[in-house]
């Protein structure tokens, strides 16, 4: 009888979670979650100081500056020798941007743009987003004293929403699936004079130097690039930022050398992975009745990548790699990284790692070191 009660709400939680899915409402079950405070307490008073707008430019710059230094980026780089020891390669480096403050390596571009768009002067940032990605610039805009605007598709269902109104943003629901969402956020932002901070807009330089930046702490680490950085893909803006990053430093002659790129993905729903694997000259729009989201690959599944083909000529260049992934495979890493590394990890985060092994085992890397962008940690 016991046994029975203890069952009954897993039962209805699956049942409402397949009605959703058939009805085509999405509960992004796995998206991240924010620290707790979000923003060290000792720097409250420099966040008053850059949402009093009584207060000259250059000292709300300054004090939004020293929060991003001190809260953005600098996240863990630990070795993985549990990891190592369960899949045979050794010199596995997690980068882990779940350090972040609202638990993504969204956070980065979020408060590049916010203060790009609290120094020329805008008074709202918008952005279209499923989760994550309006999380972090919800947190950034508030702390930058701008209004924030973040356009969801309408079936779309995450916990972040609770966080982004906290924050104090404007939720606009709107039909369609993201790529729509985007469209209309980008036209909303240009007729209202709204900062647009969607992927593969006018920003995209500030974003790619943003996301350049987990580069830079890379290399602080090993001195040097590793053979090969493994990051899960959905537009291909962190790849393409990560891999800036790495020319700049060896243009610098800081490296030895540039990563090869393995990129990883949903199985059949990412555009970036799909034209590596059929080898096809670009990447190809895939149809979007035949995308399907679930609780565990949404933060990867586009049928257009907005910055896929620059993603994709990197894979090749630097002779990296790219496979998908499935949502099964996804859950296990997730589960071997936090039981092997004590890493609660987004099960959507392991696709690079998945692509890695993949990779490994079809033709086995020489001895050296590898770099996994993980992210996130589970609602």
């Known amino acids: 009888m016991v046994k029975e009660n203890k069952k009954k709400p897993l039962e209805k939680l699956n049942k409402l979670q397949e009605e959703r899915e058939k009805n085509n409402f999405f509960s992004l079950l796995d998206g991240a979650t924010s620290q707790i405070p979000t923003i060290t307490p000792e720097l409250d008073?420099?966040?008053?100081?850059?949402?009093?707008?009584?207060?000259?430019?250059?000292?709300?710059?300054?004090?939004?500056?020293?929060?991003?230094?001190?809260?953005?980026?600098?996240?863990?780089?630990?070795?993985?020798?549990?990891?190592?020891?369960?899949?045979?390669?050794?010199?596995?480096?997690?980068?882990?941007?779940?350090?972040?403050?609202?638990?993504?390596?969204?956070?980065?571009?979020?408060?590049?743009?916010?203060?790009?768009?609290?120094?020329?002067?805008?008074?709202?940032?918008?952005?279209?987003?499923?989760?994550?990605?309006?999380?972090?610039?919800?947190?950034?805009?508030?702390?930058?004293?701008?209004?924030?605007?973040?356009?969801?598709?309408?079936?779309?269902?995450?916990n972040r929403i609770k966080e982004m109104t906290k924050y104090g943003a404007k939720i606009v629901r709107v039909p369609g699936d993201y790529e729509e969402a985007v469209k209309i956020c980008q036209l909303e932002?240009?007729?209202?004079?709204?900062?647009?901070?969607?992927?593969?807009?006018?920003?995209?330089?500030?974003?790619?130097?943003?996301y350049g930046e987990i580069a830079y702490e890379i290399y602080d680490e090993l001195r040097d690039a590793p053979l090969a950085v493994a990051v899960p893909?959905?537009?291909?803006?962190?790849?393409?930022?990560?891999?800036?990053?790495?020319?700049?430093?060896?243009?610098?002659?800081?490296?030895s050398r540039i990563p090869q790129f393995i990129a990883g993905s949903s199985y059949g729903m990412n555009p970036i992975v799909q034209a590596f694997v059929k080898n096809t000259p670009k990447c190809v729009d895939l149809l979007p009745e035949r995308i399907r989201n679930t609780s565990i690959n949404e933060p990867l599944v586009n049928w257009r990548s907005i910055d896929g083909e620059y993603a994709l000529s990197i894979i090749r260049d630097t002779r990296g790699w790219a496979a998908f992934a499935t949502d099964k495979k996804m859950r296990e890493y997730s589960k071997l990284l936090r039981e092997m590394e004590g890493l609660s990890v987004l099960p959507a985060s392991t696709a690079g790692l998945i692509?890695?092994?993949?990779?490994?085992?079809?033709?086995?890397?020489?001895?050296?070191?590898?770099v996994v962008i993980l992210t996130g940690r589970k609602a």
């Not at 692509?355 to 590898?370: E, I, S, T, V």
């Open 45 to 158: 008073s420099l966040r008053k100081i850059v949402i009093d707008k009584t207060r000259t430019l250059e000292e709300r710059l300054e004090s939004f500056e020293i929060i991003i230094d001190s809260e953005i980026g600098d996240t863990n780089l630990t070795r993985g020798k549990n990891i190592e020891r369960e899949i045979g390669l050794r010199q596995i480096y997690l980068k882990f941007e779940g350090g972040n403050p609202t638990g993504t390596q969204k956070d980065r571009i979020a408060f590049a743009q916010a203060l790009d768009a609290l120094r020329r002067g805008y008074e709202e940032i918008a952005v279209a987003s499923c989760g994550n990605y309006g999380a972090s610039i919800a947190l950034a805009a508030s702390l930058a004293g701008l209004d924030g605007l973040i356009y969801i598709p309408s079936n779309y269902h995450t």
């Open 189 to 210: 932002a240009e007729k209202n004079d709204y900062y647009d901070a969607n992927p593969g807009g006018s920003n995209i330089n500030l974003q790619l130097k943003a």
């Open 233 to 255: 893909v959905s537009n291909g803006s962190t790849l393409a930022g990560i891999y800036r990053g790495f020319v700049s430093l060896y243009n610098r002659g800081k490296t």
């Open 355 to 370: 692509a890695l092994m993949d990779r490994h085992k079809k033709q086995p890397f020489p001895g050296d070191r590898f």
